[in-house]
């Protein structure tokens, strides 16, 4: 069996191209231990992933080595989520390929969702020539804002759902590219943008695509790819009102992630999904038997130390979690 000695838990950090509108280049904040490929040193501290990306990987080799594995496991059954944590602009919508200017996208920028697609098209078809087993693949496309889960497929997208039914919210069959970009299209549109003074395209809201594979009989694995929204803190946007509201369910999800995190770290008994509407909708991928990719995007500008550390000590946190899936099915 391929990828047996995947670790349920991985963590990969990437550090971002340095942002133009910032002027002059300053040396980055970030060090990349020139032997190894997955230790960094931020501010005197070292830190140790699984993987340690530099500003110049490339989306495949991003791909490759922390996503691709992930794939063999969904069909063997399990839960899989990827998720983008960290501050605004740091690339976590451009590596997990939320956007939906396909035709623009040259391909190598092409992020993890439209590569995910691609090899689970791929292995479907190679699965068909030789069983006549049919997997249908489907996707679903959600967005958590201010605490209430819109599912951006559906004919009434501005109508808050209940987040513990999100099993059944909107799926759409997906049998090509197109597809997906006519998927993210209309899903894209749907959302709730708001500019915030970091970044002018900024979502403050995290979105969940899930590919769904279903097979005769029911079975059902799925890959979740999660966009967080920005991890910076309410402080730093400068917000008021309305926007400051966003800024604090923000804040409570990212929270809430961390907590769900840290009590199965610690093997408790009682674990606080229902704290917030993103654990709720990520519980059943968020247990013992499913895998967890998490990607950190971070800044290599000093002036976003501080965003960087807390990030860092996220994916520190995500590190310690110990999950141990068994062999489902095939
Ligand atoms: P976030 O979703 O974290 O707020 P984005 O993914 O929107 O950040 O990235 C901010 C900008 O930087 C976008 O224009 C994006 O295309 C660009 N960008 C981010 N990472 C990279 C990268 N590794 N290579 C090229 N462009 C990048
Ligand atoms: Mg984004």
Do not use: W
Request: hydrophobic fraction near 40%; glycine fraction near 6%; include cysteine.
């Amino acid at each position: 069996m391929e990828y047996d000695k995947l670790s349920p838990v991985r963590v990969g950090v990437r550090e971002a191209p340095f942002r133009s509108f910032l002027g002059r280049q300053e040396p980055s904040i970030v060090h990349f231990s020139p032997e190894a490929g997955n230790s960094l040193v931020v501010d005197q501290n070292d830190y140790h992933f699984d993987h340690a990306f530099r500003s110049t990987v490339s989306q495949l080799e991003l791909y490759g080595a922390l996503i691709m594995p992930l794939v063999g496991k969904v069909f063997c059954g399990f839960e899989c989520t990827v998720m983008a944590y960290g501050q605004t602009g740091t690339g976590k919508s451009y590596s997990m390929g939320m956007t939906a200017d396909n035709q623009a996208t040259s391909e190598e920028h092409l992020g993890v969702l439209p590569r995910c697609l691609c090899d689970i098209l791929d292995r479907v078809a190679a699965k068909q020539e030789n069983t006549l087993e049919r997997i249908q693949v489907s996707a679903s496309y959600i967005e958590i804002y201010n605490e209430k889960a819109y599912d951006l497929l559906a004919a009434t997208p501005m109508d808050p759902m209940l987040a513990s039914r999100s099993d059944s919210c909107t799926c759409l069959p997906l049998a090509s590219q197109e597809d997906l970009q006519r998927l993210l299209q209309l899903g894209n549109n749907n959302r709730h943008v708001r500019r915030t003074n970091m970044n002018a395209n900024s979502s403050r809201s995290h979105a969940i695509v899930t590919i769904h594979l279903r097979r005769q009989g029911g079975q059902l694995s799925r890959m979740n790819i999660v966009d967080l929204a920005g991890s910076e803190g309410v402080r730093r946007t400068g917000h008021k009102g309305v926007a400051r509201q966003e800024g604090v369910s923000i804040n409570m999800g990212l929270l809430s992630v961390n907590k769900v995190v840290m009590a199965m770290a610690a093997g408790h008994a009682v674990i606080p999904y229902r704290d917030s509407v993103l654990t709720t909708v990520l519980q059943k991928s968020l247990t013992s038997q499913s895998y967890l990719t998490l990607l950190a995007c971070i800044s290599p500008h000093a002036c976003d130390l501080s965003e960087t550390i807390s990030t860092l000590r996220f994916a520190k946190s995500a590190k310690r979690l110990r999950l141990n899936p068994q062999q489902l099915m095939m």
